[in-house]
T-cell receptor, first 116, second 118 residues
Framework: AQKVTQAQTEISVVEKEDVTLDCVYE???????LFWYKQPPSGELVFLIR??????QNEISGRYSWNFQKSTSSFNFTITASQVVDSAVYFC?????????????FGTGTRLLVSP | GAGVSQSPSNKVTEKGKDVELRCDPI?????LYWYRQSLGQGLEFLIY????????KSGLPSDRFSAERTGGSVSTLTIQRTQQEDSAVYLC????????????????FGEGSRLTVL
């Protein structure tokens, strides 16, 4: 069965600090996708990134970077030089070939609070 | 509008009443999804539509829940005989298509309908 674990319930940092959000997943499928979504206070989930199980290259997008390691079943997300606007709940999610990639299984989310 | 629109944004109802939640996806998006977000269960998949058909409704928690989509556009999620455990935020999302690997996985979510059952 598939499962996504985000052990950090809430993280508080001061602006300009770097912060890493952890994500550990479980799946029996060899083909799967991993995602990160951001949920700001307005409520709508915003897509950040998708990685497939065959591509372990790390990704960097501005202040955001993602580290995918199949050996530890982890897909961690780092925000460099955090800003107040980064305050949100961040969700890691998984979709598998077995469900046609249509069903996202989400972790419980990590609330990030960035104070000035 | 430009994004996924959901209505009502807030709904308070009494236990035992029926409720309907509406979702207007982004124009041209053929795939539509319903998720539920609650304190106890986190974000759960309910159902998805490709066009007007629902290939996967495995996440609907009971037969009190049903959903339909008409004209490949608007979708309605209906909860009959609401119970207190139905209280949650119901999120709708759409994407260009639901074609598995070819799908970028970028779902566009609405702001949700918050349902409170007294």
């Amino acid at each position: 069965a598939q499962k996504v674990t985000q052990a950090q319930t809430e993280i508080s940092v001061v602006e300009k600090e770097d912060v890493t959000l952890d994500c550990v997943y479980e799946t029996r499928d060899t083909t799967y996708y991993l995602f990160w979504y951001k949920q700001p206070p307005s409520g709508e989930l915003v897509f950040l990134i998708r990685r497939n199980s065959f591509d372990e290259q790390n990704e960097i997008s501005g202040r955001y970077s993602w580290n995918f390691q199949k050996s530890t079943s982890s897909f961690n997300f780092t925000i460099t030089a955090s800003q107040v606007v980064d305050s949100a709940v961040y969700f890691c999610a998984l979709s598998e070939a077995g469900t046609g990639f249509q069903k996202l299984v989400f972790g419980t989310g990590t609330r990030l609070l960035v104070s000035p | 509008g430009a994004g996924v629109s959901q209505s009502p944004s807030n709904k308070v109802t009494e236990k035992g009443k029926d409720v309907e939640l509406r979702c207007d996806p982004i124009s041209g998006h053929t795939a539509l999804y319903w998720y539920r977000q609650s304190l106890g269960q986190g974000l759960e998949f309910l159902i998805y539509f490709q066009g007007n058909s629902a290939p996967d409704k495995s996440g609907l928690p009971s037969d009190r829940f049903s959903a339909e989509r008409t004209g490949g556009s608007v979708s309605t999620l209906t909860i009959q005989r609401t119970q207190q455990e139905d209280s949650a935020v119901y999120l709708c999302a759409s994407s260009l298509r639901a074609s598995g690997v070819a799908n970028t996985g970028e779902l566009f979510f609405g702001e949700g309908s918050r349902l409170t059952v007294l």
